[in-house]
């Protein structure tokens, strides 16, 4: 039998000085629990700055103009505007990430284990829609069913976070995946629900943008600067056309190639050849050093697929630069007592608080009393229904529903029912879990 040569430890690049501030702050950002903290804290600044002496200038500050002219061609929007149609755009397309990955490879893809979060999620809407209605039926703010129906992730990931492994993994698989239908929902809701007057021209344009992109697919574009640059186009086209920007997004996200290009056996065949080229003599060849290392670096890279690699690179991105600012130009309310007690916020939190964990226990009942789906081991109805509670933060698509769908005076009451609602949940949420979820297991106990 021949030797082979065993590796004692794990290979790693050389270290640098700059390293020891880099590499903190990146497994920072690589911490899920980590932006629901950064998320929080923004949300905080905005209520105290919307609440303290430069109230005023604080909130006319988001309605600063900002845009740009060619010639007669004008675009020129609102600070706040650019945020909530332009950066959010970008969390919109890692929703559409998140969404074909649980559909194709994760949790969503198998109908029957996929029934239960999927019928949860349409409780969870159904239920909270139906509440506000009651309260807000040939009212000023009936357009707002749709605020109290999504979940927020980040939050929601932030509180498991809290819990640490209390909460069991078909829990945890349980919310999120919920959360991922839940989103499925919401971009429905502000598809059909919120949308404005048509510009067919501009849609056009931006399903003719979505043709090309399709059309780079099959022949074999790989290039990802230029699939920003066509969906800085589809951006544009349905921006002007009426249906909502973001929209875009969930497109371009959902069009993301799931597969890779290089697969594991012609990865492995490069690695071979590498490893042949390092134990022969042509180390010094520059030209042919450089033709083979190109080649396994390039087969490296694409041995991931597109879809990996940019949700791998886009949630820092979205957790940490996008949602801060979107919660920070969006949540500062300037708070009232009875802002409590005006109809639309107290419609907002009783979908959220009441609609949500109702819809959730009672789809889910169903689903399993039908056969269609089967609760998960380790989870109680009683765990579920505190689930559901968790699963009423519905901050950040709540606010951006709440911007499409009611006007100014509407809008702070919806936010306040949002704040209340979510915060309510949240702590409700966490104390029933704590209560229900058993403490983990002792380890290390001492010998008798």
């Not at 390293?19 to 905080?44: C, K, M, N, Q, Y």
């Not at 290009?261 to 050849?273: A, E, G, K, P, Y």
């Not at 940019?310 to 957790?319: F, G, I």
């Not at 879990?433 to 010998?447: E, I, K, M, V, Y």
Request: include cysteine; hydrophobic fraction near 55%.
């Amino acid at each position: 039998m021949t030797d082979r040569p065993v590796l004692t430890q794990e290979a790693s690049l050389p270290a640098e000085p700059i390293d020891r501030v880099v590499d903190p702050i990146a497994r920072f950002l690589h911490v899920e629990s980590a932006s629901g903290v950064v998320l929080l804290l923004a949300t905080v600044a905005a209520l105290v700055l919307a609440n303290s002496p430069v109230s005023e200038d604080f909130l006319s500050w988001w309605k600063t103009p900002v845009g740009f002219s060619v010639g007669a061609f004008e675009m020129r929007h609102s600070l706040k505007h650019w945020i909530n149609d332009g950066l959010m755009v970008i969390f919109f397309v890692v929703v559409g990430l998140e969404v074909k990955r649980e559909l194709i490879l994760g949790e969503l893809r198998e109908l029957r284990v996929a029934a239960l979060p999927i019928v949860a999620a349409l409780g969870g809407m159904v239920a909270p829609a139906a509440l506000y209605l009651a309260f807000q039926w040939g009212e000023a703010g009936q357009r707002g069913w749709g605020i109290p129906m999504a979940t927020d992730i980040a939050f929601v990931v932030g509180c498991m976070a809290m819990l640490g492994p209390r909460v069991p993994r078909s829990l945890r698989i349980l919310l999120l995946s919920l959360a991922i239908a839940d989103d499925v929902g919401a971009i429905l809701v502000i598809a059909i629900g919120y949308a404005t007057e048509l510009s067919l021209s501009a849609l056009a344009w931006g399903v003719l943008g979505i043709g090309l992109v399709m059309l780079q697919q099959r022949i074999g574009v790989r290039s990802i600067p230029i699939y920003v640059l066509f969906g800085v186009g589809i951006w544009f086209g349905f921006h002007e056309s009426g249906v909502h920007a973001t929209i875009a997004g969930v497109v371009l996200g959902l069009l993301t190639r799931v597969r890779p290009w290089v697969s594991q056996r012609l990865l492995t065949q490069f690695v071979h050849q590498l490893g042949g080229f390092l134990q022969g003599d042509s180390w010094h060849d520059t030209h042919r050093r450089q033709s083979v290392l190109q080649s396994v670096e390039r087969a490296a890279r694409e041995a991931i697929s597109p879809l990996e690699r940019l949700e791998v690179a886009l949630h820092p991105w979205v957790s940490f630069v996008i949602m801060p600012p979107f919660a920070f130009a969006n949540a500062g309310v300037p708070i009232e007592a009875g802002a409590f007690t005006d109809s639309v916020a107290m419609a907002v939190v009783v979908g959220l608080c009441v609609g949500k964990p109702i819809g959730i226990v009672l789809f889910s009942w169903l689903a399993v009393r039908t056969g269609l789906a089967k609760l998960p081991e380790g989870i109680s109805w009683a765990i579920l229904a505190a689930g559901g509670v968790l699963a009423g933060i519905g901050f950040t698509m709540a606010l951006f529903i709440a911007g499409l769908a009611l006007s100014e005076r509407l809008l702070l009451a919806a936010k306040i029912g949002i704040l209340t609602g979510s915060a309510l949940c949240a702590v409700l949420g966490l104390a029933l879990l704590l209560w229900l979820l058993p403490r983990p297991a002792q380890t290390g106990s001492a010998a008798t």
